[in-house]
């Protein structure tokens, strides 16, 4: 059972654009909701992470937007970079059950220059 | 500081051979966490200490996968009579602590990752 759906798989978006990566949950009791960075050859990094009792943090040009509800949050990204280059991870946890995380398929980001 | 390492970066074996990987977190985290990164399962968690607690072993995939920290800091996980199936990416990661019920997330740190390659 795939408990966290991620897409899109790959997205290639010009300098300056926004890029724009959804997930979906299954698991109501998940309480955490980070999203990690992946350069190759390096493990994952944390980026931004979000609890369910906000629908929206941005920090610099990194913004994760919450929907309850849905069950559904997204990454946004303002003014990609080629820096910014890489693959990007959603991930959910549980607070009472270890925070173990629960990843997403992950989307790999190309910003063309 | 330093980050989470983990050794050797990589390692190939035969099939049905036992492998080791190592894993040194960061000073004074008290959670470590293993999971493995391959093409067709993505990334996955396997295992999860805490302090002096028993571990949760609930991600393993078989009871070839055995994994021990001693004095609650150095990590080693253990697969035996590798199978090809077993190529991946394994990463560490700790934390400060487990949040808990009402605490704060923590940010889990992750290592650099042991790319195991079974020919």
């Known amino acids: 059972q795939q408990q966290v759906k991620q897409s899109p798989q790959s997205l290639i978006v010009q300098k300056g654009g926004i890029s724009i990566i959804n997930c979906a949950y299954e698991n109501t009791a998940f309480d955490y909701f980070p999203w990690y960075q992946q350069f190759p050859g390096k493990g994952p990094a944390l980026l931004i992470a979000i609890r369910p009792d906000v629908s929206e943090k941005k920090e610099g040009r990194f913004t994760i937007s919450f929907n309850k509800s849905a069950k559904q949050f997204s990454l946004h990204i303002m003014d990609s970079q080629p820096g910014d280059s890489a693959t990007y991870f959603c991930a959910a946890s549980r607070g009472n059950a270890g925070n173990m995380l629960t990843f997403g398929g992950g989307t790999r980001l190309m910003v063309k220059p | 500081g330093a980050g989470v390492s983990q050794s050797p970066s990589n390692k190939v074996t035969e099939k049905g051979k036992d492998v080791e990987l190592r894993c040194d977190p960061i000073?004074?985290?008290?959670?470590l966490y293993w999971y493995r990164q391959s093409l067709g399962q993505g990334l996955e968690f396997l295992i999860y200490f805490q302090g002096n607690s028993a571990p949760d072993k609930s991600g393993l995939p078989s009871d070839r996968f055995s994994a021990e920290r001693t004095g609650g800091s150095v990590s080693t996980l253990t697969i035996q009579r590798t199978q090809q199936e077993d190529s991946a990416v394994y990463l560490c990661a700790s934390s400060p602590r487990d949040r808990g019920r009402a605490g704060p997330p923590y940010e889990q740190y992750f290592g650099p990752g042991t790319r195991l390659t079974v020919t």
């Open positions: 000073s004074g985290h008290t959670a």
